[in-house]
């Protein structure tokens, strides 16, 4: 006899709001997470565009901030600067949050276990193999939720390719900050990452930058970032944090025999910024049909309908997004300046403000090539590359 209909190993954000949706369903589920606690330690920016209210629960309380716009800044201090009239974005408590969500599970039937390492996972039979503990699991379903480094993933994947991201936690002492707008910074050496400051509050901000590179190399960019610029010059460290952001893979396995795929462990991150959060939602409803499905029909085989109907969702605007990174990584600070030249005089501030979105960029995109913006500050093959990818 199964432990459970469903195991979820990894109780972050995604692996919880998965977890409770079968929960409700009446499905008997089990929540793995390998840490003591739940939430810790911070490896987020936590800006999240303001669709999560209406993907998942989000109380008031987990929210710090609420920004309206960005200030964009190339290399040479060019600025476009870019806005809403209302919030579309909130600055999140990520670890409160991620508790919150795990609790919440729990309140709706799932069995929560902490301080459980999956070292192994059978995704033929569904047996599932914990660090220190005498038995297996086993489940009808086996869900990887456990990140980048995710074991799941591991049994049909090859290891995920990532990069590094450093973040401070910064007082602003006695400058005060435009809360209700972030500031982002490109910069070749970090393309296609960039610099961001997220404000907290008017005296405190968040300020980090992902990059294929390492961890030093990182800091002390983050280091010199703060010393030229005035506006943070005498800003104090609070807190430093650190970790690895998955890199989207396009080839990528999601689903296999009994398992399936979340989140950070499943490369459900964008590619232009890594951020995955709203895609993790989105896909934690469209694997919780999939599952219901399957587990009420009695056929397993129905569980390739997740990667089916993922792909729908996602296809086309991930592969747009992996141009318009692909576009970063190829331009060097002074092409960077060049566009942003180009930007302004062609009226891209006011295109941005009202078709920009922080998830969903095709319909920016797309709108810059019927304006004939895109060619002019990109050389005519990209343009058409990117063009092509609408026929």
């Known amino acids: 006899m199964n432990n459970y209909d469903i195991a979820v190993v990894g109780a972050g954000p995604v692996g919880s709001t998965f977890a409770r949706y079968m929960a409700e369903e009446g499905f008997k589920v089990g929540l793995m997470e390998r840490k003591r606690k739940i939430g810790v330690p911070l490896q987020c920016a ?10 998942n629960v989000l109380p008031d309380e987990f929210v710090l901030n609420r920004v309206c716009g960005a200030h964009l800044h190339s290399p040479s201090g060019e600025v476009l600067s ?15 949050y ?27 039979t569904g047996d ?26 591991g049994e049909f994947n090859p290891p995920s390719k990532t990069v590094q991201a450093a973040q401070y936690l910064v007082d602003m002492g006695s400058n005060v900050l435009e809360s209700d707008y972030v500031h982002l910074y490109v910069d070749s050496r970090i393309s296609p990452g960039f610099i961001w400051v997220i404000p907290v509050s008017e005296s405190t901000a968040r300020i980090g930058l992902f990059a294929s590179a390492g961890y030093r190399e990182l800091t002390e960019i983050l280091d010199g ?40 462990a499943a490369s459900q991150v964008k590619p232009t910024t890594g951020g995955g959060l709203i895609m993790g939602f989105k896909c934690a409803r469209i694997a919780a049909a999939a599952t219901s499905n399957a587990l009420h029909e009695g056929d397993i085989g129905l569980l390739r309908n997740y990667e089916r109907s ?28 060049k566009m ?18 922080m998830d969903t960029q095709s319909p920016l995109i797309k709108q810059m090539l019927k304006s004939g913006l895109l060619f002019s500050i990109l050389p005519g093959i990209l343009t058409r590359r990117i063009s092509n990818l609408w026929k």
């Open 46 to 55: 936590g800006l999240v565009g303001k669709k999560i209210k209406r993907l």
């Open 82 to 96: 870019v806005a809403k009239k209302k919030p579309e974005a909130y600055v999140l408590d990520r670890m409160g």
């Open 98 to 124: 991620d508790k919150f969500l795990a609790e919440l599970a729990v309140e709706n039937g799932v069995e929560l276990l902490l301080n459980h390492k999956v070292v192994g996972a059978d995704i033929k």
């Open 128 to 153: 599932i193999r914990v660090k220190n503990q005498e038995k297996n699991i086993s489940t009808n379903v086996i869900v990887g939720a456990d990140g980048y480094s995710s074991i799941v993933s």
């Open 225 to 264: 970032f703060l010393v030229k610029n005035e506006k943070f010059r005498n800003a104090s460290v609070i807190k430093k944090y650190h970790g690895l952001i998955p890199v989207y893979d396009p080839k990528k396995m999601i689903q296999k025999d009994r398992a399936l795929l979340l989140g950070d």
């Open 310 to 337: 993922y792909m729908k969702e996602y296809k086309n605007e991930l592969r747009i997004q992996i141009e318009v990174r692909k576009i970063f990584e190829s331009m060097s600070n002074e092409e960077l300046d």
């Open 340 to 357: 942003f030249l180009k930007l302004e005089k062609g009226g891209a501030e006011a295109m941005i403000s009202k078709y920009g979105d």
